[in-house]
Nanobody, 127 residues
């Protein structure tokens, strides 16, 4: 069974940093993309960042460019989201999700394009 487990969420002050981790397991596909999404209370889920394992390209939503960095480990089964210069508006539950394909799987912007999701990890940024 495909499993995604997020960790690293915490309560931090504005301007601080956190690193989220997404450990992926239970699949054999060599081409996939992993995205980070977030959802704040009363708001719809928003794509934050994505990395394509197929072509190692990355994408970010404009609001986090220059502050967040997505990366993977050597085995490409754990994906990280380094979050610097955190702002109160970054407060949300953060989810990772995986999108599979045969070859050349690229990042996708919308949640319905991802098939499997983790349980989420809470990030709270105080002012």
């Amino acid at each position: 069974e495909v499993q995604l487990v997020e960790s690293g969420g915490d309560l931090v002050q504005a301007g601080g940093s956190l690193r989220l981790s997404c450990a992926a397991s239970g699949f054999t596909s060599v081409d996939y993309a992993i995205g980070w999404f977030r959802q704040a209370p009363g708001k719809r889920r928003e794509g934050v960042a994505c990395i394509s394992i197929s072509d190692v390209s990355t994408h970010y939503v404009d609001s986090v460019k220059g502050r967040f960095t997505i990366s993977s480990d050597n085995a490409k089964t754990t994906v990280y989201l380094q979050m610097n210069s955190l702002k109160p508006e970054d407060t949300a539950v953060y989810y990772c999700a995986v999108r599979f394909g045969r070859v050349g799987v690229t990042c996708a912007a919308f949640s319905y394009e991802y098939g499997y999701w983790g349980q989420g990890t809470q990030v709270t940024v105080s002012s």
